[in-house]
């Protein structure tokens, strides 16, 4: 109970240097709730900004002429839609976001166009996640950028094919493609037009091994698909893999980086400061020494001072933290800010290692302090 009266008096009396530490722990805590808090949003952003650059699996029946395939930009060979919920209900493979598609190629109003029918997404039971691209209401059309100049349509407008009347759900930008050649529709609407019940010519995909030196994942990808679809053939699409890989390693080496430089930097900041205020007691150390306190509590005064100001610093840090992450975070994350959230469990890790956090800074100044001769000190304290 006296020691700890003896740190609290000592705090009062050196309020300021109590201060500059207590500002030194806060800091690093706020950056590390804020570091942390953003660099979640940061990997759930950049996973949304490099799955929207689209599948980067095609599957395609077996028996696929490939140089007709590249040539027509898809499989001209069918195989059954049943594929996909084939696919979506085999466990453990590395394929998300499965997308059973048809098309073909047609002529309509004297023009080239890309039937292209899309299914709604194959649920996948343990892979509940939001969708990929568009649904296509059925009944409804999403005409590309060229179709829809040439032949002057508009949003909203009702066009007949072969019979069958449509609205024009949407009519989309220019994207330089064969894309702005093509009219997608609902996949039953589709395969109604082409008469092509119950058939499709791929399954687009997204693949969730990651690329990795020395590892070869397209075969892996290849052994799971024949394992679940022994008819079928997967394309990866290695430009689309290699740009979501090196983007998710870039953030991560980000952060491993910069956290640790903050954290040195605030640690050094605090013993600095720890060992200024142990310069500052030598002669009341000397004292201490003198009235027969052990090594053992002159040690304790100093980390538990530390430790006291690491409590503190961890509510401080904690809240400031969150809220600069919640203040700031939705500007930077648009995509995904209504996932930020404060993380509580950062709170408890706060609580934990900001103490001591504060005791290591401030260990090697308390070492100091008990290694003290009383009586030099002494001695130059009188002199």
Known sequence: MNLLLLVCKEILQRRWNFLLSLLGVTLAVTLFVFFVTTGQASKRETTRLMRDMGFNLRIIPIETDMSEFLMQGFAMET???????????????????????LQQRAYWKDMQIILTGIAPEAQQDDKIKSPMGFIVPPGRIYVGFEVARRLELQQGQTVDFWGSSF??????????????????GDLEDIQMLLDMPGKINEIRALQCLCLLPGRDTVEE?????????????????????????NQRILVERYFALLLPLILVACAAWTGVLAMMNVRDRRVEIGLFRALGFSSFKIAFLFLFRAFLLGIVASVLGFSLGTILSLSFGPGIFKITAKSLEPMWILCWFSMLGAPAFSALSSFMPAMAAVAQDPAIVLKEGQA
């Open 167 to 184: 609205i024009i759900e949407k009519c989309l930008s220019e994207t330089g493609t064969s894309d702005d050649l093509r009219i997608y």
């Open 221 to 245: 990808l290849r052994e799971q698909l024949a394992e679940a679809l022994p008819n079928a053939k997967v394309i990866l699409l290695q430009t689309i893999a290699e740009t979501r890989r």
């Open 79 to 101: 195989m059954p839609q049943s594929y996909v919920d084939q696919l979506a209900s085999h466990r453990h493979i590395s394929y998300a976001h499965l997308v059973a598609t």
